[in-house]
């Protein structure tokens, strides 16, 4: 699907769609706890149906009425062989294997898009050396046997937070007691601290230590009801298009929320003030998610932006530190690729142009944002990959006022 963007101010109110990272916690946690769950105010995309699916095939059962869900749990029966689709999600990826192992379940682990390419080289060495054997050759399907034994691991923390939440949720199954120990410093450490929360949340606890997690096994997940908080990360292209002129009133956010994207209130209010708008340094260690409308961001301000410590970002739905500079550069900016980040040079004109999505839901959303401001007409190709994560985005969007319209090849 391609779509075509002319600019225009967005104005209204829009309730932001419930937070993706908050959603795969709470789904995984319910279907682990003994008894029932409700969950309300889920935004149902193909990530998270991605996650439903992966706890289905171990034994949970799910009804899903809209953006309600009531789960019955399967607390930590063993769980048959099964066969688990996660689609392109990493989160569903990293997260589920290691629950797959402590479960018991000898399991084939399927994908597509880039995610047969990304890395879990930490898990076949770490659960390796804790029971669990893997029949990988560097692609998908993959398959997982054998079960998880009690013991230490070893994780390095610069590489994904998403392996450190995928053995907090499975290391309280286990009869024995457990420690991850972080060889390196800890990045994305808000994605963290949002699982432990939901752990907390549903009767599971874990101690931190100077280097890493303890985590006492023989826990019970425990069912709850919740209503998922708004998405910081999703919120983030509004609040953007709010600096570049438009008058979005964004509801369903929770102000004492630990997602670290709700940084991108800070750096606006540090960098937009008396109307306008002027530049910044960003560390994105904790928060990828924010580069490619960051990097908007700065393509209209009044100086040179920087992002750095984003080297992860290469092996995301797409190596976003290429792609953003290709969105952008294709509108007329002017934004340089570093090492481990983007350098931002405003060009003081931005026109219209086509940008390749490259299959990146995020690409595809912050072009639109960047769209509101550039004189002419913005194509964006692959334009469905916003799907992904929020697929109600263009029709938010131009609700809000925007003029985005799907380009019908006859």
Do not use: W
Not at 230 to 239: H, I, K, N, P
Not at 291 to 298: D, E, F, R
């Amino acid at each position: 699907m391609d779509v075509s963007i002319r600019p225009s101010v967005l104005r209204g109110k829009l309730s932001v769609p419930a937070s993706k990272s908050c959603a795969h916690r709470s789904i995984i946690c319910a279907a682990l706890a003994d008894g029932v769950s409700h969950l309300s105010g889920v935004t149902m995309s193909k990530d998270i149906e991605a996650t439903i699916g992966a706890m289905t095939a171990l034994g949970a059962q799910f009804t899903v009425d809209g953006g309600d869900i009531t789960v019955i749990g399967s607390g930590s029966r063993k769980a048959d062989k099964c066969v688990i689709d996660c689609n392109e999600s990493g989160s569903t990826l990293r997260f589920i294997i290691p629950i797959a192992a402590a479960l018991g379940s000898d399991t084939e682990f399927r994908g597509r898009g880039r995610l047969p390419q990304r890395p879990i080289d930490i898990f076949i060495r770490e659960l390796g050396k804790n029971g669990v054997a893997f029949d990988y050759h560097n692609t998908m399907p993959f398959s997982v046997s054998g079960g998880l034994k009690s013991g230490i691991f070893e994780i390095e923390g610069d590489v994904s937070s998403q392996f450190i939440t995928g053995l907090l949720f499975a290391l309280p199954l286990l009869e024995g007691d457990s420690e991850i120990v972080l060889t390196s410093h800890l990045e994305s450490r808000p994605y963290v601290d949002i699982t432990i929360d939901t752990l907390r949340r549903s009767g599971v606890s874990v101690e931190e230590t100077d280097c890493g997690f303890r985590i006492k096994g023989g826990q019970s997940y425990a069912p709850h009801d919740e209503r998922i908080e708004g998405d910081y990360s999703q919120a983030a292209f509004f609040c953007v298009a709010n600096a570049l002129g438009s008058q979005v009133e964004l509801g369903n956010l929770n102000e004492n929320s630990v997602q670290g994207d709700k940084k991108i209130l800070e750096i606006i209010r540090d960098m937009c003030y008396n109307g306008s708008i002027g530049h910044y340094s960003a560390d994105c260690s904790d928060i990828p998610d924010l580069v490619p409308i960051l990097a908007v961001l700065g393509a209209f301000g009044s100086g040179d932006s920087v992002i750095y410590n984003a080297k992860r970002l290469r092996i995301k739905e797409s190596d976003r530190l290429q792609t953003t500079a290709a969105m952008l550069n294709a509108l007329g900016g002017n934004v340089e690729i570093t090492d481990d980040g983007l350098i931002i040079h405003p060009t003081g004109a931005m026109h219209g142009g086509t940008v390749d999505s490259f299959g990146d839901h995020r690409i595809v959303m912050a072009a639109a944002i960047a769209a509101t401001r550039i004189d002419g007409e913005v194509v964006i190709t692959g334009a469905e990959a916003a799907e992904k994560s929020y697929p109600a985005f263009f029709d938010d969007y131009n609700m809000l006022g925007g003029k985005a319209n799907v380009i019908i090849l006859e």
